[in-house]
């Protein structure tokens, strides 16, 4: 029987929604609970990832890609999840990145969010999965989520979208564009932001060939244990047909030049997934992600509140003493 | 027993030494069992994190500092392991920087090993570990590990070292100053290199005033739930004498200006840990987080192989059918 506040909030009351996020951040047994309410009205959002190194002008182009997207026939809701401490929507911008995100924060049909890096109990792509959840169950047709493109978080955040969006500029140096490989490899779509700049037509080579080196996405296979047997079976049985090839586009997001381009193209993403069934395989995919950490991490509690706790002692001053080594000590444990 | 490749890499014979690194990388059977073997032989080395953005001269700083310890009394052997696609020790460089390694690595006491950091097997922090440990057990006195600063993965890396010295420069952006936030929090030296380039004050001011604001290292208490009495007891008494105040220095790598002010910071923080009893408490928490991090990996890969596949599909079946939340699956799951 759903809570009054979940109630609210899925009937679209903007500060309802914004308590939930709140509770469910911060992992309550109110906002735990409301995920499990909730769950069974998501399934129709289009979850798209943004990244890009800072000074990208990637919080630009979301702005400027949720107004063009508002602009659809269907006049989509759209949500944006700021996971980047860089971001203006989290409050780390110049006064003119504001006045523009401002634009977009007094649509009645946009909510933004920021989302804590760190501190937060739970890992940071469970917490923005949630989030998307609760955006998704509120009847959001589109969540952005923004995020700075380094490290392994970032790239655990974005793989669980529908659409990866990874956003260059022309003039950013060689050291930020090897950084930038490991998330290449799940980019659906390239942006190169700022495209009046010089160079412009050399940093589009240079993706371009950067992504028909590569071989495409990785869809992780090994990672994946236990899936329904009707995915696993299109997982088996991905051919040369269902493989798309992330274009390069050209954007200059402060003139609004080539967004309608790019809104046209997440749009053909979607439906080249929807239409190979891979939409449905990435959901699954997604999900199998945060069930597979959270069983682990249930796995390992319910084995520490079950361990003999002198045998785990004496393992532990084993391992300290040097008498075993860290691979023995974990077998010893496991035997516990 | 030992094996022949294991007794030649800890008498020092380089090649050997390579070859076990590779086979440790790899994680391969011969690389795992030498884990094992060598694991008596460590305790000695002084692990040393030093990370900063790509542009921030961390290399040049690293292959200064290598010269600068070389210089000591005791003559140090010194190993360092590049876990960054953009570093010159990888590779990445320009060919002024390359020139500069090239005369720390024609120094037969100095041995140099970039670490892929994507791709391979197991945790990047695992690997890194166990490089270490293959050095330290090879007798080298100091292992300067070098990571991009920015991601998590980076964090969990040097973590694992006793020293964690984070690398500015006067001209980085605000943006690469956000991101740094969350690496200064473990930060034991701050460095202001390329300190001839104007507002260099500037930054150490910026720099001394994130460190004074933070309340000083987390030693991420609620995460060690099996220690040895010990250092859990170490754990429980730290108090204000223990608390090591992060000094900020200036340093020009490219003409060796400031670094044997930073190489005697660093000896005084390694005097400082021994001094408190925190040397042995860090070296039990990064191996309670390695030990930790595979016995979750074991207990959910023993899961896999027991749990009963036909009710595992009925679970994920009922949670792609949204007839159970994520979490409700995972409860499910458990309860095979």
């Given at each position: 029987m759903p809570s009054a506040l979940v109630e609210k909030a899925l009937q679209g009351d903007k500060l309802s929604l914004t308590r939930l996020l709140t509770e469910v951040e911060a992992e309550t047994p109110k906002g735990i609970q409301a995920l499990d309410l909730i769950y069974s009205h998501t399934g129709k959002?289009?979850?798209?990832g943004i990244t890009g190194a800072p000074g990208s002008g990637k919080s630009t182009l979301v702005a400027a890609l949720v107004k063009e997207l508002r602009r659809l026939p269907d006049k989509p809701r759209i949500a944006v999840i700021a996971v980047d401490p860089t971001s203006p929507f989290s409050g780390g911008a110049l006064l003119g990145d504001r006045v523009r995100m401002l634009q977009i924060q007094h649509d009645p049909d946009v909510f933004i969010r920021s989302m804590a890096t760190r501190g937060a109990l739970g890992g940071l792509?469970?917490?923005?999965?949630?989030?998307?959840?609760?955006?998704?169950?509120?009847?959001?047709?589109?969540?952005?989520?923004?995020?700075?493109?380094?490290?392994?978080?970032?790239?655990?955040?974005?793989n669980l979208a529908h659409t990866v969006i990874v956003v260059d500029t022309p003039d950013m140096g060689d050291d930020i564009q090897a950084i930038k490989a490991g998330i290449l490899e799940i980019a659906d779509l390239l942006v190169v932001n700022k495209a009046d700049r010089p160079g412009v037509e050399g940093s589009v080579r240079n993706l371009q060939n950067m992504v028909n080196a590569g071989h495409g996405k990785d869809l992780n296979l090994h990672h994946h244990r236990f899936l329904t047997e009707k995915?696993?079976?299109?997982?088996?049985?991905i051919d040369a047909e269902d493989h798309w090839f992330p274009p390069v586009l050209k954007t200059v997001a402060t003139e609004n030049i080539g967004i309608a381009e790019l809104a046209e193209k997440i749009l053909e993403h979607g439906k080249f997934l929807k239409g190979h069934g891979l939409w449905e395989l990435k959901t699954e995919l997604a999900m199998h992600e945060i069930v597979a950490r959270n069983l682990r991490l249930g796995l390992y509690r319910r084995w520490l509140e079950d361990a003999d706790k002198t045998k785990l002692q004496a393992i532990m001053n084993d391992l300290l003493e040097k008498r075993i080594s860290p691979n023995q000590a974990v077998k010893a444990l496991m035997a516990l």
């Open positions: 959002a289009h979850k798209i792509s469970d917490r923005t999965e949630a989030f998307t959840q609760v955006f998704d169950a509120a009847g959001y047709d589109y969540v952005l989520i923004e995020t700075v493109g380094a490290g392994q978080s970032e790239i655990d955040v974005v995915n696993q079976e299109k997982l088996e049985h």
